[in-house]
């Protein structure tokens, strides 16, 4: 299987990319091959500019997508799977995390509109995996709603919404509070995820 990781964190000391290792790790031990969007690292532009805004709201439909979210479109149409790795920064994804959706899931890739209907989507992606690193333990998370409100957005709308054929988002959660071995949980899930995807 051919994955596409979308990663988003700024710092390489941080328990997010120990997650990504662990997750890359566990991909290499069953052969998968990968290629990792690393968002920060690239400086991926993530702020959709008007000239994009004109496109993606109709008033100019037949202007060219940008050279970089081209390149993206092409990562998730020739891989097996797309896995989306970031940090729960405020109930939802990192900015940068949410400009690559603005600007990669761009009009006629993602979707199709007339007369504001949608008309479907050329994405093509048989699986994907959100692995979301939380602060708050899990159970918190779902006792005041943000899973269920993450699982909404980001599975429902973001993938299934455009064509995933399936979708699962993971919550390594408690990573504020220091529980004896929390850690060392959370990466071997990640590894497994990875193994066995
Ligand atoms: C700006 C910011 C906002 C955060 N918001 C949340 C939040 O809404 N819920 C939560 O559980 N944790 C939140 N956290 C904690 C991170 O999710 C947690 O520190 C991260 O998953 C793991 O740490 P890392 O930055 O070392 O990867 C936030 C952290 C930062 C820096």
Known sequence: MHVFIVYAHPS???????????FVDGLAESDHSYEISDLYEMNFKTD??????ERES???????????????????NRSDALVLIYPL??????AKMKGWFDRVY?????????NEQHMGS???????????????SVEHL???????????????????????????????????SGEKGGRERNLKK????????
Request: glycine share 10%.
């Open 58 to 76: 109709g008033r100019e439909k037949n202007r060219d997508i940008p050279e970089d979210v081209k390149l993206e479109q092409e990562k998730i």
């Open 122 to 136: 050329h994405m093509k992606v048989k699986k994907a995996l959100v692995i979301c690193a939380a602060g708050h």
């Open 48 to 53: 959709l500019d008007l000239a994009e805004y």
């Open 190 to 197: 990640a590894f497994d995820l990875g193994k066995n995807i």
């Open 142 to 176: 779902e006792e005041i709603g943000i899973i269920k409100s993450m699982r909404t957005v980001m599975v429902n709308d973001r993938l299934i919404g455009v064509g995933a054929e399936q979708a699962e988002m993971v919550v390594l959660g408690g990573t504020i």
């Open 12 to 22: 390489e000391g941080s328990f997010t990319h120990s997650i990504l290792e662990a």
């Open 106 to 114: 761009s009009r006629g890739f993602a979707y199709e509109c007339e």
């Open 89 to 94: 920064w405020w109930s939802d994804c990192p």
